[in-house]
């Protein structure tokens, strides 16, 4: 079975610029959850998708958006980038995305997003 | 507002010894707890979970336990080896949402 699957790996990008970032959950699966890694912050939630809808949001400002397309597959959009939005970005999936037994989220090898 | 914290930013550990990585919590609404390991230019993997329910998980060299009045979870890896270098983030869960600790560098010193 096929693991998560992010792609570009890689982006670097101008101040001011947007970019999309996709992400392709394991077969089955309809629950994309969106994360921000930066050193020393962990692994910051931006949001969830379930079913096209998103159910949860974390504290990011409105320039960074998602959706969910009827495949399950999610797009992530950032736009008018920051220098401090360079950071590696993980999408995860899994079945009904409540974290419980029989539910883990998988992750994706991530995008790294390098702002200039 | 840092939900989940591991506080010890990094842990270096003798090959076939013992590692435990710590981490703490403070909301008592999270239910699920887990921990992932995180190799450089890879995505975390799921290593091992325990419910609220519980206070121990055991798979292989890898124990979770869970101290709900404290508030605390802990990995014990045993024996520990080389490849075990690595990151480690604990989670929590309540619905679905996961929130993550900031992580702890473990190394396994041959």
């Known amino acids: 079975k096929a693991g998560v699957t992010q792609t570009p790996r890689y982006l670097i990008k101008t101040r001011g610029q947007q970019v999309t970032l996709s992400c392709s959950p394991i077969s089955g699966h309809r629950s994309v959850s969106w994360y921000q890694q930066t050193p020393g912050q962990g692994l910051q939630f931006l949001f969830e998708?379930?079913?096209?809808?998103?159910?949860n949001k974390g504290n990011f400002p409105g320039r960074f958006s998602g959706r969910q397309f009827s495949n399950s597959r999610s797009e992530m959009n950032v736009s008018t980038l920051e220098l401090g939005d360079s950071a590696l970005y993980l999408c995860a999936s899994s079945y009904r995305g409540a974290a419980g037994e029989g539910d883990i989220q998988y992750f994706g090898a991530g995008t790294r997003l390098s702002v200039l | 507002d840092q939900q989940v914290k591991q506080n010890s930013p990094s842990l270096s550990v003798q090959e076939g010894r013992i590692s435990i990585l710590n981490c703490d919590y403070t909301?008592?609404?999270?239910?699920?707890f887990l921990w992932y390991k995180k190799y450089p230019a890879e995505g975390p993997t799921f290593l091992i979970s325990i419910s609220s329910i519980k206070d121990k998980n055991e798979d292989g060299r890898f124990t979770v336990f869970l101290n709900k009045s404290a508030k605390h979870l802990s990995l014990h890896i045993v024996p520990s080896q080389p490849g075990d270098s690595a990151v480690y983030f604990c989670?929590?869960?309540?619905?679905?949402?996961?929130?993550f600790g900031a992580g702890t560098i473990l190394r396994v010193k041959s």
């Open positions: 998708y379930f079913s096209e809808t998103q159910r």
């Open positions: 989670a929590a869960s309540a619905g679905n949402k996961l929130v």
């Open positions: 909301n008592s609404m999270f239910d699920y």
